[in-house]
């Protein structure tokens, strides 16, 4: 089946610092990534979706100049979250959808885990 | 605001019981998804229900779609302590261009 990896897996940083996440779909073409965030017992929150050779398109209330999304290939979609605080801390999944497939099947990948101290 | 209302949210059961998990919304969906996801790891796609009033089964798992598209059910026969997990329920939006989680539930099935 399909498989999505992200990485790293954890991070921890400092405060103030960037920190870049990486999506790959690791054996189909994905014009369409997304990105959520959870927070611990809650729900996935999408936060963007990232269209390759786009702009990504935010949610309401996620601020794009803060969390930095790149589609650049097919295969490969990065979220960068800027000046990191510790209330960004949380669990970020991406999925992506195969562009071969009808009906919007998304694969989800592992998760990475960010910690800001 | 949830677009998707699951319940409940919490359930802790012993193990041989039966539960049924609710996802409501006020929308029409095209199509409704349910996902179980285990802590530190990304969710996992059970099932897709397309039509309404559909029912699908998935060993001790059956999943309901309502007939007017608007809500889901998922119901788990005997359940066994390797079913713990987050449940989650997600629909697509805006023609497939997004896809909304429910608020979840938290399942904890003890032996």
């Known amino acids: 089946g399909a498989v999505v990896s992200q990485h790293p897996s954890r991070v921890i940083c400092k405060s103030g610092t960037s920190v870049k996440i990486e999506c790959r779909s690791l054996?189909?073409?994905?014009?369409?990534m997304f990105w959520y965030r959870q927070f611990p017992k809650q729900s996935l929150m999408l936060m963007a979706t990232?269209?390759?050779?786009?702009?990504?398109?935010?949610e309401q209330g996620v601020e794009k100049d803060k969390f930095l999304i790149n589609h650049a290939s097919l295969t490969l979609s990065t979220l960068t979250v800027t000046s990191a605080h510790p209330e960004d801390s949380s669990f970020y999944i991406c999925?992506?959808?195969?562009?071969?497939?009808?009906?919007?099947?998304?694969?989800f990948g592992p998760g990475t885990r960010l910690l800001v101290l | 605001t949830q677009l998707l209302e699951q319940s409940p949210q919490f359930l802790s059961i012993q193990e041989g019981e039966n539960l049924t998990v609710y996802c409501n919304s006020s929308s029409v969906f095209s199509s409704l998804q349910w996902y179980r996801q285990e802590p530190g790891e990304g969710p996992v796609l059970l099932v897709t229900?397309?039509?309404?009033?559909e029912v699908k089964k998935l060993k001790r798992l059956t999943f309901q779609f309502g007939d007017a598209r608007k809500d889901s059910s998922l119901h788990i026969t005997a359940a066994q302590p390797g079913d713990t997990g987050l449940y989650l329920c997600a629909a697509p939006s805006g023609g497939f261009n997004k896809f909304y989680f429910g608020s979840g539930t938290k399942l904890n099935v003890k032996p």
């Open positions: 054996d189909f073409q994905a014009t369409t």
């Open positions: 990232s269209n390759e050779g786009s702009k990504a398109t935010y």
């Open positions: 229900v397309v039509t309404g009033g």
């Open positions: 999925s992506a959808r195969d562009r071969g497939t009808s009906g919007g099947y998304q694969y």
